[in-house]
Protein backbone atom coordinates (compact mmCIF):
# COMPACT_ATOMS: atom_id res chain seq x y z
CA UNK A 1 0.00 0.00 0.00
CA UNK A 2 1.76 2.98 -1.12
CA UNK A 3 1.72 5.46 1.87
CA UNK A 4 3.16 8.63 2.65
CA UNK A 5 2.65 10.35 6.44
CA UNK A 6 4.59 13.69 7.47
CA UNK A 7 5.86 14.31 10.85
CA UNK A 8 7.58 16.92 12.79
CA UNK A 9 4.92 19.91 12.87
CA UNK A 10 3.70 21.95 16.05
CA UNK A 11 3.11 24.94 17.45
CA UNK A 12 6.90 27.01 17.36
CA UNK A 13 7.47 31.17 18.07
CA UNK A 14 8.22 33.57 15.43
CA UNK A 15 12.08 33.04 14.11
CA UNK A 16 12.01 29.58 15.52
CA UNK A 17 12.71 26.71 13.53
CA UNK A 18 11.23 22.67 12.72
CA UNK A 19 11.94 20.00 10.53
CA UNK A 20 9.29 18.25 8.70
CA UNK A 21 9.98 14.65 7.26
CA UNK A 22 8.04 12.46 5.11
CA UNK A 23 8.46 8.79 5.28
CA UNK A 24 6.93 7.15 2.28
CA UNK A 25 6.01 3.03 2.27
CA UNK A 26 5.37 0.80 -0.21
CA UNK A 27 7.40 2.30 -3.20
CA UNK A 28 10.89 3.31 -3.77
CA UNK A 29 11.17 7.03 -3.01
CA UNK A 30 14.35 7.41 -5.13
CA UNK A 31 12.28 7.01 -8.38
CA UNK A 32 9.98 10.16 -7.67
CA UNK A 33 10.24 13.70 -7.89
CA UNK A 34 8.90 15.20 -4.31
CA UNK A 35 7.17 17.84 -3.19
CA UNK A 36 6.06 20.10 -0.40
CA UNK A 37 2.87 22.06 -0.21
CA UNK A 38 0.98 24.37 2.66
CA UNK A 39 -2.19 25.48 2.57
CA UNK A 40 -3.36 27.97 5.17
CA UNK A 41 -6.90 28.79 6.55
CA UNK A 42 -9.06 30.69 3.69
CA UNK A 43 -6.49 30.31 1.11
CA UNK A 44 -5.23 27.99 -1.70
CA UNK A 45 -2.36 25.31 -1.57
CA UNK A 46 0.58 26.40 -2.55
CA UNK A 47 3.76 25.01 -3.42
CA UNK A 48 6.55 25.36 -0.83
CA UNK A 49 9.29 23.35 -2.35
CA UNK A 50 10.93 20.53 -4.58
CA UNK A 51 13.44 18.02 -5.39
CA UNK A 52 14.27 16.08 -8.10
CA UNK A 53 14.52 11.87 -7.99
CA UNK A 54 18.39 12.36 -7.17
CA UNK A 55 17.97 15.21 -4.92
CA UNK A 56 20.42 17.10 -7.36
CA UNK A 57 18.00 20.27 -8.05
CA UNK A 58 15.35 21.81 -5.97
CA UNK A 59 13.26 24.64 -6.16
CA UNK A 60 11.50 27.04 -3.87
CA UNK A 61 8.82 29.56 -3.64
CA UNK A 62 9.82 33.20 -3.07
CA UNK A 63 8.42 33.56 0.22
CA UNK A 64 10.90 30.55 1.39
CA UNK A 65 14.18 31.43 -0.23
CA UNK A 66 16.90 31.22 2.28
CA UNK A 67 14.89 30.15 5.07
CA UNK A 68 13.49 26.33 4.26
CA UNK A 69 15.76 24.11 2.84
CA UNK A 70 14.60 20.61 1.21
CA UNK A 71 16.47 17.45 1.59
CA UNK A 72 15.77 13.86 0.66
CA UNK A 73 17.58 10.28 2.06
CA UNK A 74 16.47 7.76 -0.67
CA UNK A 75 18.10 4.97 1.37
CA UNK A 76 16.04 5.95 4.17
CA UNK A 77 12.95 6.78 2.32
CA UNK A 78 12.53 10.13 3.80
CA UNK A 79 11.84 13.57 2.32
CA UNK A 80 12.69 16.61 4.89
CA UNK A 81 11.69 20.53 4.88
CA UNK A 82 13.86 21.97 7.27
CA UNK A 83 12.26 25.08 8.18
CA UNK A 84 14.48 28.17 9.88
CA UNK A 85 13.44 31.59 10.81
CA UNK A 86 9.87 30.96 10.65
CA UNK A 87 7.08 33.89 10.45
CA UNK A 88 3.59 33.71 11.44
CA UNK A 89 2.53 33.63 7.72
CA UNK A 90 4.47 30.05 7.25
CA UNK A 91 1.43 29.01 9.36
CA UNK A 92 -0.30 26.10 7.46
CA UNK A 93 -1.24 22.04 7.16
CA UNK A 94 1.70 20.92 5.09
CA UNK A 95 1.61 18.92 2.63
CA UNK A 96 4.28 16.15 0.82
CA UNK A 97 3.54 15.37 -2.23
CA UNK A 98 5.13 12.17 -5.04
CA UNK A 99 5.27 12.03 -8.26
CA UNK A 100 6.28 9.01 -10.51
CA UNK A 101 8.17 10.63 -13.49
CA UNK A 102 6.22 10.48 -17.15
CA UNK A 103 7.49 13.30 -18.79
CA UNK A 104 10.91 15.60 -18.14
CA UNK A 105 9.13 18.65 -16.52
CA UNK A 106 11.99 21.29 -15.45
CA UNK A 107 12.07 21.90 -11.74
CA UNK A 108 11.26 25.39 -11.72
CA UNK A 109 7.44 23.92 -13.16
CA UNK A 110 7.56 21.48 -10.08
CA UNK A 111 4.34 23.32 -9.06
CA UNK A 112 2.63 24.40 -12.03
CA UNK A 113 3.16 21.76 -14.52
CA UNK A 114 3.40 18.23 -12.38
CA UNK A 115 0.03 16.46 -11.49
CA UNK A 116 1.26 14.97 -8.19
CA UNK A 117 0.46 11.21 -7.63
CA UNK A 118 0.46 10.76 -3.77
CA UNK A 119 0.15 12.90 -1.14
CA UNK A 120 0.16 12.70 2.88
CA UNK A 121 -1.99 13.48 4.80
CA UNK A 122 -0.62 17.03 6.09
CA UNK A 123 0.72 18.10 9.05
CA UNK A 124 -0.20 21.59 11.25
CA UNK A 125 2.84 24.27 11.39
CA UNK A 126 2.18 26.84 14.09
CA UNK A 127 3.84 30.06 13.88
CA UNK A 128 2.69 32.12 16.70
CA UNK A 129 4.19 33.67 20.18
Known amino acids: QLQLVESGGGLVQPGGSLRLSCTVSGFTLGYYTMAWFRQAPGKEREGVSCISSSGGSTNYADSVKGRFTISRDNAENTMYLQMNSLKPEDTAIYYC??????????????????????WGQGKQVTVST
Open 97 to 118: AAYAPRTAVPIEKCFTDIEYDW
